[in-house]
């Protein structure tokens, strides 16, 4: 069974560039989210789809956002990069929202220039 | 303060040793992850508990709801156990997510 696919896994963009990352989660699994990694922060919650609609999202400006499609395929983006959206951004798939056990993939690796 | 704490932040053990690894939280949650983390980034999640206790191999997970905290255990430690573990709680509510601490990196020395 094929694990999470996150492409790209490495970019870089300079600032006010937009980016988008991309997430196919395990087959059958309808629930993704994503996440972002920093050394300051450490991991933080950004958004959460299920069945293609957005069921919560964390404290993130609005340039950041995301959307899942009917293959429960997600995408999220970053519009007008700063260099604080330097980070590891990491998604995750479940069979369940509340208690489903989380599946990573190996992430995708922004640097802002 | 943070909704989730992790101790100790670092941790260097010898090979054998056991290993305790603790997590309080202050929010209501329906469930606590414990996921691992080697150096490159990738994460693999341990341990769903939502009580009780489990056990998969030599790593423990236990959990006490009352008194918000967890405790991820590791019985004859390996250099290979060396990675950085993180706690997760997912809150319960209508604006349920996912929270983590700030990790606690541990490095088995033979």
């Known amino acids: 069974k094929a694990g999470v696919t996150q492409t790209p896994r490495y970019l870089i963009k300079t600032r006010g560039q937009q980016v988008t990352l991309s997430c196919s989660p395990i087959s059958g699994h309808r629930s993704v989210s994503w996440y972002q990694q920093t050394p300051g922060q450490g991991l933080q919650f950004l958004f959460e789809y299920f069945s293609e609609t957005q069921r919560n999202k964390g404290n993130f400006p609005g340039r950041f956002s995301g959307r899942q499609f009917s293959n429960s395929r997600s995408e999220m983006n970053v519009s007008t990069l700063e260099l604080g959206d330097s980070a590891l951004y990491l998604c995750a798939s479940s069979s369940r929202v509340q208690y489903g056990e989380l599946f990573f993939g190996e992430g995708s690796r922004l640097t802002v220039l | 303060k943070n909704e989730v704490e992790q101790s100790p932040q670092n941790l260097t053990a010898q090979e054998g040793e056991f290993i305790t690894i603790n997590c309080s939280y202050s929010?209501?949650?329906?469930?606590l992850h414990w996921l691992q983390q080697h150096p490159g980034g990738g994460i693999v999640s341990l341990f769903m508990?939502?009580?009780g206790k489990k056990k998969h191999g030599r790593l423990i997970a236990t959990i006490n709801i009352q008194e918000k905290h967890s405790s991820l255990h590791i019985t004859a430690s390996h250099p290979r156990d060396s990675a950085v573990y993180i706690c997760a709680v997912r809150s319960t509510g209508t604006a349920s997510k996912l929270t983590f601490g700030t990790g606690t990196r541990l490095q088995v020395t033979l």
């Open positions: 929010v209501g949650i329906s469930a």
């Open positions: 508990l939502s009580s």
